[in-house]
Structures are given as C-alpha cells and as structure tokens.
C-alpha cells in the first residue's frame, strides 16, 4: 500500500458541551517524504461502536497516523441507551457519550470520498488524503413510504423514530408533557419489540402494529418471534397484520389508519422498520466488503458496522448491533495493519459477537448469524435454543430465556453442526 501526502488539513474541533464546537488546533501536516518516512495516514469517518474500535486498534501502532473524522454536530454516543434509558429519562443525553478517543478527532462533515485520488472532501471545503480509509458511518432508519404521514403530523414533533439522541429527547419531551400518554410503536423488530416493554413499565399505554401477523420473523427466526408475539399479546395493545395507510394529527392527538379501516389514537408514534447503511458519495448506502472487510470497488477502502455489506457463498448479508459493530471495527483495523505489513493477517471476519434484547419478561439473546441466512434448529425447546447452520458449519446461535446455553455454544461458533445434529438426535440432551 503506498503512502500519499496529506494535503489542504481541515481545522481539528473538540466538542465545548451543549453542542458547540471550537478550534483546538489545525490537522498536522504530515509529510513523509523527509521527517516521516515510514508514517502511514490512515482515516476513519464516524465514532460510534465501529469507528471507535478501529480507532483503538490502529492506536497501539505509533508508525500509523490515525485521524477520525465525526460531523461538527454530533458527539459520538451508546446507540444501545437511546430507547433503554435516554428515552424515558433514567440517564441524560451526556451520560450516552462515549469516552473520548486517543486523538482529537476532526469535527466536521465528509462531503464526498474520491476513492481514486484516495481524498476525502468535508464541509468547510478542507480536503485530506489518505494511504487507508475506513468507513464506519453507521446506519439510519428506514422511514414510512412517502404519502403515509400528513405535513401536519410531521410537523407536531409527535412523529419519530428512536434511533438517535435527537430522537430520544423527542419521546421524552412528549412523555413529559402528557398524562398517561398513548403510544403507537409501528414495526416489532429489536428496536420496537424492546421499546414496547420500556415504554409500557414507564407508564404509557402502548399500542404496538405490524404489518405482519407474526411480526419479528426476520429479526429473531419464526419460532422466537411466535413466542414475543404472544407476550406481546398478553402485555400491550397489538394490532397486527395489518399495514399503517395514513398517519394524520387531528386537533392535539395523532390518528392512524389500518389496512383494514381501525384508527388507532395516539399522542406519540414511533416508527421501528428497521435501518438501512448510510454512507457519504460515492456510496450514498451500502459498502461491499470482502471477507477482510475491503471494499470490494475501490482500493485501500474499508468498511465496518451497520454500513458494510458482505458476501459469502452468493448471499450478501449485513449485521447491525453495537457488539458487532465493534468486533467488525477491530477487524477493519487489522486488515488495514495487515495490508501496511505491521501485522498478520486476520484471517475472514466470522461474526460471533454477543447481542440482547430485554422484551418484557423475556431475554432474547443471540451471536453470529441468527437471520435467513442459513438452516435454523431447535437445539432445545426448553429453554428455547436455535442454532443456524450453513454450508455444514454452526454460523449462529440464538434463544429466548437461554443465556448459559447460548453462551455455552457460541465457543463453537464457525465449526462443524455435525456434532450438535448427532446430540440432537438424542432427546435425552434436551431439557424436559
């Protein structure tokens, strides 16, 4: 990988509280051609789960220049809290921050990446060069298909998803103001299965739809979601099966529309329909990644977390989940450090990181690849414990109320499902 001259540095900013920024001092020139030979500059956009573990990774190199780039108006936070407790107001937004990195990023907006050139264009007109680029910007949420919500709703502040802090100020200045307050949740996925639960032990009176009868079936496989369907049932107002049409506010209160003609009344609706990669031009989405996390369209370009899209044996897949984030982050950095000749190869990112969801009375908890992906199995049905294979080799694990046997299995995470198939043929390792 050969080394490029930085040139035109940004202006390097540290977050002043509340949401202001000041000049701390300008990007270093870095000049390898005399007093820095053998320095190599390596950027990272974003500083969230994956940024920050690529940070951390390429930090322990000091022949490596790392810089992270993070837009002027956000300080980098715990996604996990936003719905767990920033919501309902058990931690303030700052409580969210994550630790501050090793450098002082740069605090600006990445406008357009030039693969080619291998340069980075930002906001303030600055431009930055780089021998390796990582791209960790992450995901946002997917929105209700245009049409569906009225101006006038849009514009109450009553309409919102929960993926951000913005996001979870929003619900909670609602909550704050309104007695008792009604809240739709539209999608039962992670996000708005969980929700549901924090929403309803914080006192409101929740109403959570779906399009789908058995909502949740691609997040948690057909069996988990059968189950939450169920506790949803028993817990909150479901309204399932039937898709949301129109979403209009009338006087002070929202009113949605089913397919099949209920309205559902409402003073707050979040929307949970998942996400999808966001990524700065000439992306605008995804990223293709081979299995050590490179893109697969532009070299000396890598990407981890909710924004990269891998492949394997003709089916493309993406995870989406903080732990993920930060083991795909890690491994974006070692391949970068493999590519430089600074260390070994890391061999092709298997996913294993553990992931939860709190819904209800019920603990979801997963690893590796848990969605349509692969065969899914009852290794035991009580506790409920799934196991998905693919190509003959165990890729995930998965269980409701399971945690010790799903952590016992995730050791063999990416081996051969042999074994566990021939135990599972014998009913006597299943508990009665």
Known sequence: MPTRR???PPEDHRSAGGGHCQA?????HIDRSSAMPDTTHVLVIGAGAAGAAAVRELAQHEEITTTAIIDT????????LVNKAVATGLLEPHHAHLPVLSAPPVRDRVQAVDPQEQTVHLRSGARVDYDALIVATGSVPRALPPGITSPAALESGRVTHLHSLDDALRVRGVL???PSPRVLIYGAGFIGAETAGILRDAGCRVTLAASSPIPGATAFGAQVAGQLSQAHRDTVDTHFGH???RLELVESELHAEFTDGRVIAADLAITALGTRPHSPSPWGGAIAVDSRLRSRDHENVYAAG???VHETDGTTWRIDHWSDAEAQGAHAARSVLASLGRADAPGPYRPRALYSAQIHQHLYLAAGHTGRFGNSRAFSTSPLVLT??????LVGVSGLDSGPDVMALVPRLHTSITPMLTAESDPSTHTP
């Open 388 to 393: 998905h294979d693919r190509a003959g080799r």
């Open 6 to 8: 930085s040139t035109s």
């Open 24 to 28: 701390v001092r300008p990007l270093p």
């Open 306 to 308: 909710g924004v990269a």
């Open 176 to 178: 704050d103001r309104t």
């Open 73 to 80: 108006e956000t300080t980098p936070y715990n996604r996990t």
């Open 243 to 245: 898709a949301l049409t």
